[in-house]
């Protein structure tokens, strides 16, 4: 088993959108033997592709899961690859993946460079510890700078790029690469479209260029250990190529470099090359750490190695409806064996859920397998109840791996069905939805009966209610999209709440003492401690109240937005030997937080956007002055490929059309990519404007 393990590479695929993440797949695909034809984007025919809304857009809007085989060195390895979306909106795709994942490749237009959501991508690896390589794609395009881009992934992403490869040509001149490591020049025949490659002489003009950088390669590697720096002083050239590979591959698992390489992946060039590097640098399972838990039961921390012969325990983190099997999770396995028929926990919910089916994915296609070991990715049927980020594992040996956070909503908007015969099909089409995205909630409003859903931008709210109509076959009128407010306190208080019922037969009663605030500024949700001390409260009245708190703040008082973050000491309280029990105290948790947040001073937070808009120098004069009107700041402006770069941030309330805006002030010649940033106050003069626009009065606070 170890053998198989070492061979198993399970890896995603980043990038900003349109850098050619989806087109460099399908020539995954195509060189492995998996597809006999080559799917393009622009075609609408990308196997990874297959939800119709992406294929009518050209862009990928879920992250889909596949497996391809490639023999390098005499040995064949395995590659569980997830590509993922490079639109903002769907940022919780990256984010789940890379949360699972051992290794990534992170592409960069060779044109474009680092651009935003490259940046956005780069951090949430950098978050889980993930290894990457990077691959500066479309090199045949005008404008393409090979160099230029790794100086972009040193200064913007902070990283230490090594390149392995030297192009040779560029734009329409681009023929294919030079090897670093094996000193060889490889280029791809157009006729075959990629398939044959042939070593050549490295050409004249870039000769002295290769030397250097080899050079710079070979001493970098030489410092990897003692031995490898006695060879070097001895004779450069005495390091072989596995001994190279087996330096740079040490030091991309420990985060110190990112290997770099180049291609055209629609021109049909690097991609072999790409795979071999795959194979060579990135992680197997073996090569991480265990993985830690903490037992349910004990509260303790617990490892699972990676080995089939541990305890069984697999993390969900996508789970996606199918009309015909139902719920399908997919899962990593971290330990153990997964067998069909067999009954597993599912620690998120506290519930055994037995295993009907075990699959392979390959995008929307399902390929059954018999069980999943430890350090693959895969997919299972026969779950009645599933969310993403739950532990699935031993029924005698439980464990709680650490779930997947996702950024909250910013933009909600009001949906009813068209015809009333529908109430019922869209409310469970809507939780359906939220089931497959934790970025997407819905909620009843209180006080007008309507339903709210909301999202990460209006792209993702109009791919989702573009689903209800043709996976659901429910049409909905729309609402205009409308800002996610937050609710934050700004004082905290000691409340005490007593609840008493009385009904003839057995009673309710809880008592409970609380101060409550705000949690500190990082902090997202709520922050639950408990002081109650010498048994006052048994342990799962303490939890009730924690889950009273937790279902309360997602209606505040303000306004009825979900309060931003909350922290509650429970310091006392006591019950009652046959009127209490958890419904008693979780009731009670909910009437005092509304009673104790009367006396709290209360605000509005805003979410606020990180805006780069790329213009020529004619028109930045007019944006930076219309970024200013929309309480922007502007950040930085720099010159990039002959157009200028305007940063800032702004406010997502005022930015609803910009793109119509923008396209008017320069004449169709400036583009935008926005995304969120992090919450902000409320400015005091806008507060009550906008509790009147929302509540139609004003609010005394």
């Known amino acids: 088993?170890?053998?198989?393990?070492?061979?198993?590479?399970?890896?995603?695929?980043?990038?900003?959108?349109?850098?050619?993440?989806?087109?460099?797949?399908?020539?995954?695909?195509?060189?492995?033997?998996?597809?006999?034809?080559?799917?393009?984007?622009?075609?609408?025919?990308?196997?990874?592709?297959?939800?119709?809304?992406?294929?009518?857009?050209?862009?990928?809007?879920?992250?889909?899961?596949?497996?391809?085989?490639?023999?390098?060195?005499?040995?064949?390895?395995?590659?569980?690859?997830?590509?993922?979306?490079g639109h903002v909106d769907f940022t919780v795709e990256v984010e789940r993946s890379l949360r699972v994942l051992d290794g990534a490749i992170a592409i960069f237009c060779a044109v474009g460079g680092v651009e935003p959501q490259s940046e956005t991508v780069w951090r949430q690896a950098d978050k889980y510890n993930v290894p990457r390589i990077s691959f500066v794609n479309k090199m045949?395009?005008?404008?393409?700078?090979?160099?230029?881009?790794?100086?972009?992934?040193?200064?913007?992403?902070?990283?230490?790029?090594?390149?392995?490869?030297?192009?040779?040509?560029?734009?329409?001149?681009?023929?294919?690469?030079?090897?670093?490591?094996?000193?060889?020049?490889?280029?791809?025949?157009?006729?075959?479209?990629?398939?044959?490659?042939?070593?050549?002489?490295?050409?004249?003009?870039?000769?002295?260029t290769v030397k250097q950088y080899r050079t710079n390669l070979i001493e970098g590697v030489a410092e990897e250990s003692d031995e490898l720096l006695e060879k070097f002083?001895?004779?450069?050239?005495?390091?072989?190529?596995?001994?190279?590979?087996?330096?740079?591959?040490?030091?991309?698992i420990e985060l110190r470099i990112t290997p770099v390489l180049c291609g055209s992946a629609f021109k049909n060039k690097g991609i072999q090359r790409l795979l071999d590097s795959i194979t060579a640098y990135l992680p197997s399972p073996l090569d991480l750490p265990a993985v830690m838990g903490i037992n349910p039961y004990t509260e303790k921390e617990e490892m699972r190695e990676t080995i089939t012969d541990d305890d069984f325990a697999a993390l969900a983190f996508k789970i996606s409806t199918d009309s015909f099997v139902g719920k399908i999770a997919f899962i990593r396995v971290y330990s153990g064996t997964i067998a069909q028929g067999v009954q597993v926990l599912n620690t998120g919910t506290g519930k055994k859920e037995r295993i009907s089916r075990i699959m392979q994915m390959h995008a929307n296609k399902q390929i059954p397998l018999e069980t999943l070991e430890a350090g693959d990715i895969g997919a299972l049927v026969g779950f009645k109840k599933i969310r993403t980020g739950d532990t699935l594992c031993a029924i005698n040996h439980p464990v709680v791996l650490e779930n997947i956070k996702f950024p909250e909503p910013v933009i909600n908007m009001a949906v009813e069905p068209k015809f009333q015969d529908d109430v019922e099909r869209l409310s469970d089409s809507l939780?359906?939805?939220?089931?497959?995205?934790?970025?997407?909630?819905?909620k009843m409003d209180d006080e007008?009966?309507?339903?709210?859903?909301?999202?990460?931008?209006?792209?993702?709210?109009?791919?989702?209610?573009?689903?209800?109509?043709?996976?659901?076959?429910?049409?909905?009128?729309?609402?205009?999209?409308?800002?996610?407010?937050?609710?934050?306190?700004?004082?905290?208080?000691?409340?005490?709440?007593?609840?008493?019922k009385q009904s003839g037969?057995?009673?309710?009663?809880?008592?409970?003492?609380?101060?409550?605030?705000?949690?500190?500024?990082?902090?997202?949700?709520?922050?639950?401690?408990?002081?109650?001390?010498?048994?006052?409260?048994?342990?799962?009245?303490?939890?009730?109240?924690?889950s009273g708190f937790e279902k309360a703040m997602m209606n505040g008082p303000l306004a009825g937005f979900a309060v931003y973050n909350m922290r509650i000491v429970l310091k006392d309280g006591s019950f009652h030997p046959v009127d209490s029990d958890q419904l008693a105290f979780e009731i009670a948790a909910n009437i005092g937080f509304r009673n104790a947040t009367k006396l709290l001073k209360l605000?509005?937070?805003?979410?606020?956007?990180?805006?780069?808009?790329?213009?020529?120098?004619?028109?930045?004069?007019?944006?930076?002055?219309?970024?200013?009107?929309?309480?922007?700041?502007?950040?930085?402006?720099?010159?990039?490929?002959?157009?200028?770069?305007?940063?800032?941030?702004?406010?997502?309330?005022?930015?609803?059309?910009y793109i119509t805006t923008l396209r008017s002030a320069s004449s169709g010649r400036a583009t935008s990519s926005m995304e969120f940033s992090h919450f902000s106050k409320l400015p005091t003069d806008l507060l009550q404007?906008?509790?009147?626009?929302?509540?139609?009065?004003?609010?005394k606070n």
């Open 233 to 252: 002083i001895r004779d450069p050239k005495s390091i072989s190529e596995e001994e190279m590979i087996e330096a740079i591959r040490k030091a991309t």
């Open 505 to 546: 037969g057995k009673g309710k009663f809880a008592d409970i003492t609380f101060e409550i605030g705000p949690a500190a500024d990082k902090q997202i949700g709520l922050q639950f401690v408990s002081e109650v001390k010498g048994g006052r409260l048994p342990k799962e009245y303490i939890e009730a109240t924690r």
């Open 603 to 657: 605000t509005l937070l805003e979410p606020i956007m990180s805006l780069e808009v790329s213009t020529p120098d004619d028109y930045v004069g007019d944006i930076s002055s219309d970024i200013n009107k929309k309480r922007g700041q502007l950040e930085d402006v720099s010159s990039k490929f002959n157009v200028q770069v305007l940063k800032a941030k702004v406010p997502l309330a005022e930015m609803f059309g």
């Open 448 to 500: 007008t009966g309507q339903t709210i859903i909301s999202g990460m931008g209006e792209l993702h709210i109009d791919i989702l209610t573009d689903r209800l109509k043709r996976e659901f076959n429910v049409e909905c009128n729309k609402g205009k999209p409308t800002v996610a407010y937050k609710e934050a306190f700004d004082s905290t208080i000691v409340h005490q709440e007593i609840y008493k």
């Open 1 to 85: 088993m170890p053998q198989l393990l070492k061979n198993i590479r399970n890896i995603g695929i980043m990038a900003h959108i349109d850098a050619g993440k989806t087109t460099t797949t399908e020539r995954i695909l195509y060189y492995t033997g998996i597809n006999y034809k080559m799917g393009e984007v622009h075609d609408g025919a990308a196997t990874m592709d297959y939800m119709i809304q992406e294929q009518e857009r050209g862009i990928t809007i879920t992250s889909a899961a596949t497996t391809v085989f490639w023999d390098f060195k005499n040995d064949n390895y395995k590659i569980n690859i997830i590509d993922t979306p």
């Open 140 to 208: 045949d395009r005008t404008g393409a700078d090979y160099f230029k881009v790794i100086g972009q992934i040193k200064d913007k992403l902070g990283a230490n790029p090594i390149p392995l490869q030297i192009p040779i040509g560029s734009e329409d001149d681009f023929k294919g690469v030079v090897d670093l490591i094996t000193n060889k020049a490889y280029e791809w025949d157009d006729t075959s479209k990629g398939m044959i490659f042939t070593e050549s002489e490295i050409p004249e003009d870039i000769a002295e």
């Open 431 to 442: 939780q359906k939805l939220s089931e497959e995205d934790p970025t997407f909630k819905v």
């Open 689 to 699: 404007e906008v509790l009147y626009k929302i509540k139609g009065y004003v609010v």
